[in-house]
């Protein structure tokens, strides 16, 4: 750690924020297997919030690990890493006062809980997206899956490498038997019901 920094703090105030963009921040957590829904639930929540004139925007694993994170492998370290990263730019998106989304398979519960912890009360929401591996399988939108049952990607999750389901997410979404306009609904009245969002 660099000990010649010195953190600046805003004259602008979280209050300040609220009074401004009319919700509270956020970070909506969705975590999943690779075809699960995380990622078309997550546009799709941003349009809709969005339209309600909410300060919104989503943080998509792919579009991440394209620019800030194209450093990172899949190692067990490196996933670790990207989720670490993401977690302290949800954090800035949160000061900013804007919800932020994000959509990321991010397997391991204890990375996530460490995203949560430095957030405050109702500032991250897990939500899981659970939907069956088998199901997954056949969604295969990337094609992931074939290459992975090929050995043509190691340490691929749900393969050959864990997905540590959330103990105690804010939200569960069946993906299987929800459509997105239902997932997409239940997230809504979600941000209301914790007042981050009007009804």
């Keep these: 750690?660099?000990?010649?920094?010195?953190?600046?703090?805003?004259?602008?105030?979280?209050t300040d924020r609220k009074k401004a963009f009319g919700h509270l921040p956020c970070v909506i957590w969705f975590t999943?297997?690779?075809?699960?829904?995380?990622?078309?639930?997550?546009?799709?929540?941003?349009r809709t919030l969005i339209d309600?004139?909410?300060h919104a925007y989503v943080l998509d694993g792919d579009n991440v690990r394209y620019g800030l994170n194209t450093d990172l492998g899949f190692s067990d370290d490196d996933r670790r890493e990207n989720i670490r990263r993401v977690g302290e730019v949800g954090r800035l998106f949160v000061e900013a006062g804007v919800v932020v989304i994000t959509a990321f398979i991010?397997?391991?519960r204890e990375d996530r809980d460490r995203v949560r912890s430095q957030l405050g009360e109702n500032?991250?929401?897990e939500i899981y997206a659970k939907c069956s591996l088998e199901l997954c399988e056949t969604r295969?939108?990337?094609?992931?899956?074939?290459?992975?049952?090929a050995g043509e990607i190691p340490d691929f999750t749900g393969i050959d490498s864990p997905y540590e389901e959330p103990l105690n997410p804010e939200l569960i979404l069946d993906t299987q038997a929800l459509t997105v306009?239902?997932?997409?609904?239940?997230?809504?009245?979600?941000?209301?019901?914790?007042g981050i969002i009007h009804a």
């Design 1 to 14: 750690m660099n000990r010649n920094l010195t953190r600046h703090e805003s004259r602008v105030s979280g």
């Design 32 to 46: 999943g297997l690779s075809g699960s829904g995380k990622s078309t639930i997550a546009v799709e929540l941003e």
């Design 52 to 54: 309600r004139g909410v």
């Design 106 to 108: 991010s397997p391991f």
């Design 123 to 125: 500032e991250f929401l």
């Design 140 to 149: 295969d939108p990337k094609g992931l899956y074939v290459k992975a049952r």
């Design 181 to 194: 306009a239902e997932c997409v609904q239940m997230v809504v009245a979600l941000l209301e019901e914790l």
